[in-house]
């Protein structure tokens, strides 16, 4: 909108934006939807006064003015009301004649969105497109060397173990002393990892578990997905399907209350229990669940009154070191579960990693290791913490990997990699690419939440919007009329489309390289990249 | 066969192996010299008796004795059959080009991989791979596979064309005799087969029936295999139609995936069997779940329009400290209803024509939305200047409270105006003989013409009584008035002009007194004046020094004068000069001195930095600050029985004095009627709601009133021009009549979709957008 009067600091115009509309008059066709679906008002129906002056040739008679009023479609320029380039408009024009373009410079509107001191907060993903995981390729082809397998006619067992195998001799030994060793699952490599009823919202939530048991159901492939922090549905709780759920508890422990009352009327164990101490987008930073988002279900589910903020706080309260946090942790749930259920903590990537692997190396119930990289997406966060904390997963792992090398247990504790896989699409190749770095498997959200769900977030900036419950697909939001556009039938299909190609795609990528009964778990003599220093970090080949 | 003449070959000679060079070299030299039967005694050579293409036309029979090695009969001639009187090894018949290869034993992996004529027979079973990768040219017969017994694992894989013929007769596996995983990425060819099996690949193949010409082939063709492989009792066994099935690639069109649950079958057979009704959250939630289009109407609606008529102020009532509602009056003149616009401002003012039309700065058209948005308001003064001949309100009889009004100026009138048209009864206590205060007093007649000020002041003395003071009240008298009356009103303005503290200030006249004595002409100023202080009074004081004489006039003042508007405008146009900062030292008989030495000249100094309250006879009930009277948000002081209006409070305008006036009025009455005063709680309507593109901005408004009218946005107030009729997109909205001509504008929810088109064209900024009532 024109400024005509006094210009303030953050008075900006479409050129500041970061995402500017582009409308295109002649085709439009007024019908509205663009407005009313916009999710954050950041476009109207303007109107517009055009002036033409009409001026008689051989200025025979005087001239004149005459004004005309238009109507367009005209976005704000006020930061409150910022286009976020989701292109909900596009999608839902009939004529094809609204689309958010990106700026093409850096935009103003970033110096100006922490009005009142408040920096910016947002949801989705780091804001850097590139990454490693894409630039390490695969260079062992096994054409002569091993037999050379076919993805297509080949049979694959890609299974991975979660849980805690001990040497043979502790194994018995436990076993004969106390009739007890610990608990092992056999899953699928690919898990959908923590994000909660609530940050999703429950269409999305169902169809994802509705997808994970159909892939074990239907499909036999054990496919395990992470409750997140949130609790869980009760009647998930009291099903079958709870064998395909690993429950995680975080620093808020909203909802264990109602799990813990379940727990008797359980026709089945859990898969796992995740004990969520850091995250990948967000290190070192807690969680909230604005109020506006507790809406009685949210609520009965996190055994909270509704309309209330709910706060995780950065750290456990009643942890202090790592020796008592782990111990402390994984008894308590072991217990819950009567030994039976393994227990694993996640953390976000760090430099400080190794040292909680020591520690748990030395725990014979610590059932893995899950390390959550910067390129981890969130609900909701500072965009200083999602932009410029954290550590890259690739070389994280891969110093984990081989120092359980060097102490002899890389196939005694299982590391999971999650942060950032597939983020630019290519899911098997970067989760090939983890798995043959050291990791057991990995775990996947934003690219569920792209593939199974539409969700457009992308690294540039765009949508972003998690955090405020506008999703506009439906992914994020706890408004039932946003929510309910989300058939979670359909994400439920597209869960299996997505885990049936990437099941093919890795079957591509290890075929060649002679595996199919076990994965290539740290098989890194097949990993290559251009980058020497690349390289020498990660301790594979350096290829040109 | 009697003219058959052997050329045996040796695969050993000397006790040594043949290389399979040597060996294949021999055969071939031995085909191109001529022979035709050639018996080898084979020792694991590779590929033989492929390859005899020197024979041409003529027929070669290759004996094969002893073990032959892999590949026998690779790239096979039409014009060879080769006899293996053993079993043998792997990939029997690769790339088969036409040969017809019988095997007396068993065949190892690979049997016919890749072969795309002719016919392999074996007599008893293979191993795994077999038939993979076979093909069939349409310009020759199809390749032929027959197997006695049973075939190993992986059979049939990418075959992509032939015929298969498994005759189960005594398989290695009784219980499947196709092995496991066959026809994986078959494409073409078909597979016939006698026994039992465990699975095939489906999304690759199909069993099909048997149909006539198929059977009759088979059986034809196995009589042929039977005396091939000397084996012709058995046709009577296997030769049973029923014990036979086929299985044939499917088309590309016919590919399919694995027949699996749809997943809406799965989710009400599974998901929701285990969990109940509704799935996961189905115990949680009374309301519909199910999918919904993403553009909605009605209950679905994110946000709705809402018709906000009349919720808001307009900028101009509430910029205008009087609180006229400017903006209605323009809407009654639209309305053709023009006498009643004049009127209306009575309701507000006793003084319309005089402050309205003349001595107020407008705040109204300053706050104007046209104003805000770059054009030219809508002038308010005409409106004013009209009110001249407003007739006042039907009074109503006296029934209220009693009200002494301690000073006739504005203040003092404007709120016994007000309570005498709520009924009270008010007297105004005055120390001077005609009401008007500052309007009589001070303000130059230049600035109004005496017969508006006249005609308004006529209005007000015929409803107002008015004691004449002779001398200020004192605080006993203060007293009795609060005795005598239900309330005191104190409205007695800022009387007491402020001097400097300098040395000769003596010699200087206030700027009160120099008015009051120009106003009839009894002072001459001189040619020289000086005027200390360059506010718009001060303005006002050297307006009247030049129309009594003087030439040369100077303000001065301690900082950027504040004079604004006429007055400025004025005294500029006279010639004064405006001087500053300039710090006044001593005031000598030759002018001003100041501070930096320099001496104005003047004949005339007048001091012009405002006037102050005279507070000595009231009550000590009634609280001060820094001079001036304290009072609540209605003009009521610490003494609740006493209110202080006007200039006593705080100096200010003559609208606002007035709208103080009428304040202290609504809350008086509200009090004598028992209740709790209250104020307008209306907001004003945001800006951006008025839409000013709708005007010509080149185009002022101006006389006629009509035009001024139609220039006027009606901020926050319908004008009925049913753009949004006409914008919505759904057809919505409609206009309901109502009453006595009212109406409102409705909307019908289950068309709307919430776009706010409404609310973005509405001129008005009467349509706003707000969000649906939460579910749950």
Redesign the interface.
């Known amino acids: ?1 024109a400024s ?2 006094t210009i303030a600091p953050s008075s900006l115009s479409r050129k500041d934006l970061l995402w500017q509309i582009v409308w295109d008059k002649e085709r439009c066709a ?8 916009c999710p954050v ?1 950041a476009i ?6 055009k002036r033409l002056l009409q001026v008689a040739a051989g200025m025979e008679t005087q001239p004149s ?1 005459v ?1 005309q ?1 238009f ?1 367009g479609i ?1 976005q704000k320029t006020d930061p409150a009301y910022s286009c976020i380039g989701c292109g ?1 408009c596009t ?2 024009c009939p004529n094809d004649c609204i689309i958010p373009i990106r700026n093409d410079e850096i935009d103003k509107l970033r110096f100006h969105i922490n009005r009142g001191g408040q920096p910016r907060r947002r949801g989705g993903r780091r804001n850097v497109p590139e990454g490693i995981l894409d630039r390490i390729k695969f260079v062992r082809i096994s054409m002569l060397t091993d037999p050379a397998l076919d993805a ?2 080949h ?1 694959f067992e890609l299974r991975t173990i979660l849980g805690r195998v001990l040497p043979p001799e502790e194994t018995l030994k436990l076993y004969k002393e106390e009739g007890w060793s610990p608990p092992v699952r056999e899953i699928y490599p690919l898990i959908i990892g923590s994000m909660s009823f609530g940050a999703l919202s ?2 999305m ?2 169809g994802l ?3 994970v ?2 892939l074990n ?3 036999g492939m054990p496919v395990r997905m992470c409750t997140g922090e949130g609790g869980c ?4 709780l009291r ?3 709870m064998k395909y759920v690993i429950l995680q508890i975080a620093s808020g422990y909203f909802g264990w209350d109602e799990i813990i009352h379940a727990i008797p009327e359980m026709k089945e164990d859990p898969c796992a229990v995740e004990i969520k101490y850091g995250q990948g987008a967000k290190p070192g930073d807690g969680g909230l669940l604005m109020w506006y988002k507790v ?3 949210i609520a ?2 996190r055994g909270v009154p509704p309309g209330v903020s709910l706060p995780s706080p950065p750290t456990h309260q009643t942890l202090y070191s790592i020796e008592e946090a782990v111990a402390k942790m994984i008894q308590s749930l072991y217990m819950a579960w009567g030994f039976r259920v393994p227990v694993y903590p996640k953390i976000s990537g760090t430099s400080t990693a190794l040292a909680v692997l020591n520690n748990l190396t030395r725990n014979p119930y610590a059932a893995g290791l899950a390390i959550d990289g910067e390129d981890g997406g969130t609900g909701a966060a500072y965009n200083v913490s999602m932009d410029h904390m954290g550590h890259p997963i690739a070389s994280n792992i891969r110093e984990c990997y081989l120092n359980l090398v060097k102490v002899g247990k890389q196939n005694e504790i299982p590391l999971f990699a999650a942060g950032g896989i597939g983020k630019r699409g290519n899911l098997a190749a970067n989760a090939a690419a983890l798995i043959m770095l050291g990791a057991s498997g990995v775990q996947i959200g934003k690219y569920i939440m792209q593939a199974a769900a539409g969700c457009v977030g992308s690294e540039t900036d765009r949508c972003n919007i998690c955090n405020i419950g506008l999703c506009p697909k439906g992914i994020t939001s706890q ?4 929510y ?7 994400v ?2 597209r869960v ?1 489309d997505v885990f049936l190609s990437f099941d093919t795609e890795l079957k591509k990528i290890v075929a060649p390289l002679g595996r199919s009964t076990s994965l290539p778990i740290g098989m890194s003599d097949a990993l290559g990249i251009d980058d020497y220093h690349a390289a020498e970090r990660l301790q594979i080949k350096y290829v040109v | 066969m009697e003219s058959e003449q052997w050329v045996k070959i040796e695969g050993i000679i000397g006790g040594y192996r043949v290389d399979s060079r040597i060996l294949e070299e021999r055969i071939q030299e031995a085909v191109a010299s001529g022979a035709r039967f050639i018996e080898v005694y084979a020792a694991g050579q590779h590929g033989i008796g492929g390859r005899l293409w020197r024979a041409k036309d003529e027929n070669v029979y290759v004996r094969v004795i002893g073990s032959p090695g892999q590949r026998l009969g690779a790239m096979g001639f039409p014009n060879t059959t080769i006899e293996v009187m053993g079993p043998v090894s792997d990939d029997v018949g690769w790339l088969n080009a036409g040969a017809t290869i019988i095997v007396h034993g068993n065949a190892t992996n690979g049997a016919g991989n890749a072969m795309a004529q002719g016919k392999i027979y074996i007599a008893g079973n293979i191993g795994a791979r077999g038939m993979t990768m076979t093909k069939h040219n349409p310009r020759f017969a199809p390749p032929e596979l027959w197997v006695l017994g049973s075939v190993g694992d ?1 059979f049939a ?2 075959m992509a064309g032939g015929i298969a013929v498994i005759c189960g007769y005594q398989p290695q596996d009784p219980e499947n005799v196709l092995g496991y ?1 066959p026809c ?2 078959m494409v073409g060819g078909k597979i016939f087969f006698r026994g039992p099996h465990k699975g095939y690949s489906l999304p690759d193949a199909k069993l099909v029936p048997i149909d006539d010409e198929s059977w009759i082939w088979l059986i034809e063709n196995l009589k042929l295999f039977l005396e091939n492989i000397k084996k012709p009792d058995l046709f009577d066994v296997l030769a049973k139609r029923s014990d036979w099935q086929l299985i044939a690639a499917r088309s590309p069109m016919e590919k399919v995936l694995l027949p ?2 749809s ?2 079958e ?2 009400m057979v ?2 929701e069997k ?3 009704k509704g ?7 009374t ?10 109407t009605g209950f ?4 709705v329009p809402v018709w906000e008529n009349r919720k808001y102020q307009p900028p101009c009532e509430a910029s205008c400290p009087t609180g006229i509602p400017v903006r209605d009056r323009w809407q009654l003149i639209r309305e053709g209803r023009i006498d009643e616009a004049v009127d209306l401002a009575l309701a507000y003012t006793p003084f319309p024509a005089t402050v309205c039309g003349y001595l107020c700065p407008n705040l109204c058209m300053k706050g104007c939305t046209r104003t ?3 054009v030219a308001p809508v002038d308010t003064t005409i409106l004013g200047k009209a009110s001249l001949s407003a007739k006042p309100p039907k009074l109503p009889p006296i029934t209220g409270g009693k009200v002494a009004v301690i000073g006739g100026g504005p203040a003092g009138i404007s709120v016994a105006w007000q309570l005498r048209l709520k009924g009270h009864e008010p007297v105004i206590y005055d120390m001077r003989s005609e009401l008007g205060g500052k309007l009589t007093e001070v303000i130059p007649p230049s600035r109004i013409p005496q017969e508006v000020l006249d005609a308004e002041l006529d209005r007000v003395r015929k409803l107002i009584p008015h004691v004449h003071l002779q001398q200020k009240l004192s605080k006993e008298e203060f007293e009795r008035l609060k005795l005598d009356y239900d309330f005191v009103i104190i409205a007695t303005g800022a009387q007491k002009p402020r001097m400097l503290p300098v040395p000769g200030i003596e010699r200087a006249i206030s700027a009160r007194d120099f008015l009051r004595r120009s106003r009839s002409n009894d002072i001459s100023p001189g040619e020289k004046v000086v005027i200390i202080g360059a506010g718009n009074v001060g303005c006002d004081v050297a307006t009247e020094a030049f129309r009594l004489g003087a030439k040369d006039i100077t303000l001065i003042d301690i900082q950027e004068p504040a004079s604004f508007g006429k007055e400025r405008k004025e005294a500029e146009a006279i010639g004064a000069k405006f001087l500053w900062p300039r710090f006044t030292k001593a005031i000598s008989e030759k002018g001003v001195e100041l501070s930096s030495g320099e001496l104005l000249e003047a004949d005339t100094v007048v001091v012009a930095i405002g006037d102050q309250p005279e507070l000595e006879n009231i009550p000590d009930t009634v609280a001060k600050d820094r001079g001036f009277v304290k009072v609540n948000e209605y003009y009521q002081t610490t003494d609740p029985k006493i209110f202080a209006i006007g200039d006593v409070v705080k100096l200010g305008l003559l609208t606002e004095a007035i709208g103080a006036g009428r304040i202290a009025a609504e809350a008086i009455d509200e009090i004598l009627k028992g209740k709790r005063p209250r104020r307008d709680v209306r907001m004003v309507i945001e800006r ?1 709601r008025i ?1 000013s ?2 005007f ?3 185009l002022a408004p101006g006389v006629p009133l009509e035009r001024c009218a139609n220039a006027c946005a009606s901020c926050g107030s319908c004008r009925d021009c049913g753009i949004c009729i006409t ?4 057809g919505a909205i409609s206009k309901v009549e109502g009453l006595k001509g009212s109406f409102e504008m409705a909307v019908d929810g289950e068309k709307c ?5 409404c ?3 509405c ?1 008005c900024g009467i349509w706003n957008l707000v969000e ?1 009532d ?3």
């Open positions: 909108m005509i009067g007024f019908c509205g939807r663009c407005t009313a679906v008002h109207e129906l303007g109107v517009f006064r003015n004004y009023v109507y005209r909900t999608l839902v297509g006619r049979e429950p269409t939530w169902e578990q509705m997808g048991a159909y159901e239907e499909l549905p009760p009647r998930l099903s079958r399907f809406n009685k279900l009965a589910i408004d039932p009329r946003i309910r556009r989300l058939d979670p039938e359909k439920a299909e299996v | 992986y894989e990418f995983r994986v990425g699996r649950k997943m809406h799965f989710r599974v998901w285990e969990l109940g799935g996961l959250i189905g115990d949680l939630v309301f519909d779940q199910s999918p919904i289009p993403i553009i909605t679905l609606r994110r946000y805000a948005q770059g951006g839409k593109e709708y010509d901005p080149r914008i919505c997109p759904q979709i919430g776009c706010g088109f609310a973005g064209a001129p649906n939460p579910i749950e």
